[in-house]
Each structure stands twice: as C-alpha cells, then as structure tokens.
C-alpha cells in the first residue's frame, strides 16, 4: 500500500486456494509502480465518440448500473484537475462518501470489480488513470503484483499521462469493470528507474521478480478511484503452495 499511496500523492502474489464459491464476492473490508495497464499511444485521443450532456441526452458518466471501462472511455466524462481535486477531497472523507469495492471470482480468476455507491445521496466520484500506473493494482502483503487486466472498449486508446474522469452514482448504483488476473499465475513486480539519467523524468520500468512466494495473503484490489483511503479496496483470501 505503501507504493501505491507515494504513487498517487506524488502525482497530486503459483497455487491453489480453498475454492471460494462460483462466483464468489469479495469486498473491501474495514474500512504504481508498473508498466501501464491501459492502451497507450502519444497523443492519442479516446476514439470513443462523446456524449454532449448539454444535448438534452443521458449522460453517459451516470446511472444506476455502469460499465466502469466505458465510462472511463468516455470523453464526455473528463474533468478538470481542480475539478478533481475537489471530488477527491470529498471522497477521501467515508463520512461523506460511503462506497463500497467489490471483486468477483470464478474458479480463482478475478473476472470483474464494482464500485458501489452504499450512501444514502447521489456519489460524484474522481477517476484517475495514468500511462505509468497500474488502473487496477493488486497488493499481497508489501509486495506489488501483475495488476488485473481490464477488457477495455475495442478501438480506445488514452492520451499519455493523466486522464481525470467523473463517474456518478446514485444510492445503491454499481459500476462495473470486467477484468481478469489469474491467481494461479501471481507474479511479483516492482519499477526501476535507476536507468533514467540524472534529473531526467523517465517513466518507471517494471521489473518482473518471480512467482509469488509460498503463503497465506490476503490480496488487495483496487480501481482507478482517485483517493488513498485503504477501505476502497476488495481483499481476497489467498494461499499459495510449494
């Protein structure tokens, strides 16, 4: 987590588990590091045509059920940085936006992860995703894993480096991601940046360390929700075997 917290601030787990049920929900309890885990191209912009709300048309950054991926496709949906970073001050606060992360497995594969509003008023959340970060970062312990890998729209393409997004929910609204990580091939990362020349401001190398060690762990998912706050977040119980 520790990675994952200096990542944000700074710019503003081969076994086999006690098989959960089919499909099984897990959810945040309690409450970058790699390469990107979005498809880049210099300059590009979203080829997602966009929908103008001043149209009189459903926005499509609201609703009661939402493909999160879509959403985020989506350039009706971006925002501003102020805007963002009024919206992530809000979030950050759980008395002030209850939500609730959710991941939902099959046969030890993560195939989906939601965002839930659980309040009681309509949710304007910050999404965040970045070319030099992970979109849906997984934690074992302190060690960084392969992040899970989202099934984007087809054709979508991100412009490099920030992308800030909007998504609404109202009460009991879910957004929903289709992804996919098989815990039977977690594997261990971290970046290097230690070829970048002094001064320059290179983008991390990721660094592939091995399969993840033999262990009970409880795994840590998490979204492109723009905020460090630990309970936004779906842990997943985890043993790995010799």
């Known amino acids: 987590m520790r990675a994952l917290v200096a990542a944000i601030a700074s710019l503003v787990a081969c076994g086999r588990a006690p098989a959960p049920p089919a499909p099984a929900q897990f959810n ?5 590091g790699a390469q ?11 080829s997602v045509p966009a929908t103008a709300e001043s149209s009189g048309a459903v926005s499509p ?23 963002a970073d009024r919206l992530r001050k809000l979030l950050e606060d759980p008395a002030l936006t209850s939500l609730r992360v959710d991941a939902d497995v099959r046969n030890d594969r993560l195939e989906q992860m939601s965002i839930v509003n659980t309040g ?31 099934a984007w729209p087809a054709d979508v393409s991100f412009e490099t480096g920030r992308t800030l ?17 098989e815990f039977a091939d977690l594997t261990v990362v971290s970046s290097d940046v230690s070829k970048c020349p002094p001064d320059a401001k290179c983008a991390p190398q990721k660094v592939v360390r091995g399969p993840l060690p033999p262990g009970t762990y409880t795994l840590r998912l998490r ?3 723009y ?12 043993q790995t075997k010799p």
């Not at 990107?36 to 979203?46: C, I, K, L, T």
């Open 223 to 225: 979204t492109p929700l």
């Open 61 to 83: 950054c609201e609703g009661a059920s939402l493909d999160l991926l879509a959403v985020i496709a989506d350039r009706a949906c971006r925002i501003s940085e102020a805007e």
């Open 28 to 32: 945040g309890g309690g409450q970058e």
């Open 120 to 150: 009681s008023a309509t949710a304007t959340l910050p999404l965040l995703v970045h070319s030099h970060l992970d979109t849906f970062p997984v934690m074992a312990g302190s060690l960084t894993l392969e992040p899970a890998q989202p």
């Open 227 to 238: 905020a460090i706050r630990q309970d936004l977040e779906a842990r997943v119980p985890w």
């Open 36 to 46: 990107p885990s979005v498809p880049v191209q210099e300059g590009a912009q979203p």
């Open 165 to 181: 997004v909007k998504l609404v929910l109202p009460p009991g609204a879910r957004a929903v991601a289709k992804v996919q990580l």
